[in-house]
């Protein structure tokens, strides 16, 4: 294949063929806060975790209906809620002998507002409030 081929075509006399994604670029404070929460997500039995729990009748999922979902041990899938919850994804209620966790919409509202493009979402400053 020949480089000609995948060249884009000039447009011209100073028009621009596309408009920027995001409103504003990131500040550091925002960008070191994402990245903690985008982290968070980035192993897949964490955000296996996340969909489960979002997904579960009621919003809420007791740790005893993970845990069976998975082949790793209680302590293991503990560590993973732990680290959703100080990323702030997921917070927890003991009732009982069991912890039941639910999916908070703000921080997964933020994080959707970063990623979409600014026709339709909010801009960065008002994405990581």
């Not at 997904?55 to 740790?63: D, F, K, P, Q, W």
């Not at 966790?101 to 400053?125: E, F, K």
Request: aromatic share 4%; proline share 6%.
């Amino acid at each position: 294949m020949s480089k000609q081929g995948s060249e884009l075509p000039f447009l011209g006399g100073g028009i621009e063929c596309c408009s920027p994604l995001v409103a504003e670029p990131l500040s550091g404070e925002q960008a070191a806060d994402l990245a903690r929460v985008f982290k968070a997500l980035g192993d897949p039995v964490r955000l296996r975790l996340l969909s489960l729990i979002a997904s579960h009748a009621g919003g809420e999922a007791c740790v005893c209906d993970l845990t069976d979902v998975f082949d790793l041990s209680g302590p293991t899938i503990s560590h993973h809620l732990k680290v959703l919850r100080e990323a702030g994804l997921i917070a927890g209620e003991r009732r009982g002998t069991w912890i039941y966790y639910r999916v908070l919409p703000d921080v997964l509202g933020r994080l959707a507002g970063v990623l979409a493009p600014t026709a339709t979402g909010p801009s960065v400053a008002e994405a990581t409030r």
